[in-house]
């Protein structure tokens, strides 16, 4: 039988200085990948967590609306950005 040859690992070899520069644009590269991949998570997420709370805002304007007293509306509903009517109550007198 053969001796068994120890591996040797990629970092002990010595890299010629094209390779080192091109190991170091595929890192670079990788890094601008995975910032732009995290950019677009984040604006996915406040875009959503926008949605939510104009959607929070219309909800609650509705169950408000069911609530007892007289209400009169201040300012009209923005269907283009999603934004509920603003409604005031009459203040009731506290005794």
Request: proline share 2%; charged share 40%; hydrophobic share 25%.
């Amino acid at each position: 039988k053969k001796p068994k040859r120890k591996k040797t690992s990629n970092k002990n070899k010595k890299l010629s200085t094209k390779q080192q520069l091109r190991a170091q644009q595929r890192a670079i590269q990788k890094i601008a990948k995975s910032k732009a991949q995290s950019y677009a998570e984040l604006e996915a997420k406040t875009a959503r967590m926008n949605t939510l709370k104009r959607t929070e805002d219309v909800l609650m304007t509705e169950r408000n609306m069911q609530s007892k007293g007289r209400k009169r509306m201040v300012q009209g509903a923005n269907l283009e950005e999603g934004t509920p009517a603003v409604y005031r109550w009459r203040r009731k007198r506290s005794r």
